[in-house]
C-alpha cells in the first residue's frame, strides 16, 4: 500500500495523468468525428453501412471515397502515430523523476501541439501550420525519451 500511495504523491506522474487522459480522449474523439462525417456526407466505407440509406445497387453510391471524411482520418491517423509514443516515453519518464516544470513543460507542449495539429489539420490552415505543431509535439517526446534515456542509461 505503501508503493501505491508513493505513485500517488508523485507530482509529475499526476501531472502526466491528466495530460495523458486530455489527449488520450482528444484521439478518441477523432473516431466519433470521422463517423458523423460519414454520415452526415453519406459516405462509407463498408456495404453494410449502407443500408440506413439505400439498399441493393442504390446502396453502392454511398460506398466512395470523400475528401473531407479522407481528412478527419489522416488527422485521427497522424493522432495515434503520435500520441501513442508520447504516452508510453511520457509515462517512463514521469517515473525517472524528472523536475516538475521540466515536465509540465512536455506535457503542455505536447498537448497544445496536438490540438493545434488538429485544428490546422480539419480546417485546414495553411503549411506550415501543421508541419510546426507536429515537429512541436514529435520533437517533446524525443527530448523525453532522451533525457531518459541520458539519466537511466545501463548499457
Do not use: W
Not at 495553411?126 to 533525457?147: D, K
Amino acid at each position: 500500500m505503501a508503493d501505491l500511495k508513493q505513485l500517488m504523491d508523485n507530482e509529475v506522474l499526476m501531472a502526466f495523468s491528466t495530460y495523458a487522459t486530455i489527449i488520450l480522449t482528444k484521439m478518441m474523439l477523432m473516431s466519433f468525428v470521422t463517423a458523423l462525417k460519414r454520415i452526415n456526407n453519406k459516405v462509407f466505407a463498408n456495404p453494410e453501412d449502407c443500408v440506413a440509406f439505400a439498399k441493393g445497387e442504390n446502396a453502392k453510391k454511398f460506398l466512395q471515397v470523400d475528401e473531407r471524411v479522407e481528412r478527419v482520418r489522416r488527422a485521427h491517423l497522424n493522432d495515434i502515430e503520435n500520441i501513442i509514443p508520447f504516452f508510453g516515453i511520457g509515462l517512463l519518464y514521469s517515473l525517472s523523476g524528472p523536475d516538475l516544470s521540466t515536465a509540465l513543460m512536455h506535457f503542455r507542449l505536447f498537448v497544445g501541439a496536438r490540438l493545434y495539429h488538429t485544428v490546422a489539420y480539419l480546417t485546414p490552415l495553411p503549411q506550415p501550420n501543421r508541419g510546426v505543431s507536429f515537429f512541436i509535439g514529435y520533437g517533446v517526446t524525443l527530448s523525453m525519451a532522451y533525457r531518459l534515456l541520458k539519466s537511466r542509461l545501463y548499457l
